[in-house]
């Protein structure tokens, strides 16, 4: 089977860095992908790591080390409009995402 | 604009009947998907389906149907028999192949049972 673990969810203030990490345990693992969905809205996506090391998309930065099962979503110079539920999400042998629960991230002024 | 279109946005079903949830793409994606999600919960898959009149079960398929007759069209049924339907019903689209990896979502359907 497939599972996901990520933090239910994270606290930060505004202009902060925020680190939401999620470890993972699957076959045939492509890569990871990451989504944002605000409450009552559908998910976006926001990244996509299928080698290990750092990926770069404006405040937004995605990791993955495949040795370790392991990945993370950094987002600096927190907003309040950053404020939503992320997913990690599995990318596997088959066309098929599975998601992690999410986690909730709520950011203060 | 191309996108996926979910309707209706808002469903009230009484317990005991089947509903049919639409999904339309015309990104002209081969690979479609039905996830459910419960408030506060993260995405679980029920149906996909990679080409046109093929489609295989995910992890909560029991009391859903689904149907692939054309590509761009992939209705989803709530039977009687799924006891607790009440929940958010995302679709979603992708291509398949290198740029597979990323998944469009619909705007999503709101199902309560009344």
């Known amino acids: 089977g497939q599972s996901l673990e990520q933090p239910s969810e994270v606290t930060a203030v505004e202009g902060a860095i925020v680190q939401i990490n999620c470890t993972y345990q699957?076959?045939?693992?492509?890569?990871l992908s990451w989504y944002q969905q605000h409450d009552g809205g559908a998910p976006t996506f926001l990244s996509y790591?299928?080698?290990?090391g750092l990926e770069e998309t404006g405040r937004f930065s995605s990791f993955l080390s495949r040795s370790d099962s392991y990945g993370y979503l950094l987002l600096q110079e927190l907003q309040m409009k950053d404020s939503a539920s992320y997913f990690c999400?599995?990318?596997?042998?088959?066309?098929?995402?599975?998601f992690g629960g999410g986690t909730r991230l709520m950011v203060k002024p | 604009d191309g996108g996926i279109t979910q309707s209706p946005k808002y469903l009230f079903r009484k317990e005991g009947q089947n509903v049919t949830l639409s999904c339309e793409q015309n990104?002209?994606?081969?690979?479609m998907y039905w996830y459910r999600q419960d408030p506060g919960q993260g995405l679980r898959l029920i149906y996909y389906?990679?080409?046109?009149?093929?489609?295989q079960k995910g992890d909560i398929a029991e009391g859903y149907s689904v149907s692939r007759e054309k590509k761009e069209s992939f209705p989803l049924t709530v039977t009687s028999a799924q006891k607790n339907p009440t929940a958010f019903y995302l679709c979603?689209?992708?291509?398949?192949?290198?740029?597979?990896?990323?998944?469009?979502f619909g705007e999503g359907s709101w199902l309560t049972v009344v």
């Open positions: 979603a689209s992708s291509a398949t192949g290198a740029s597979g990896n990323t998944i469009y």
């Open positions: 699957t076959s045939g693992f492509y890569g």
């Open positions: 790591n299928a080698l290990d």
């Open positions: 999400a599995v990318y596997n042998a088959g066309n098929m995402l599975t």
């Open positions: 990104l002209n994606h081969d690979a």
């Open positions: 389906s990679q080409i046109v009149n093929d489609f």
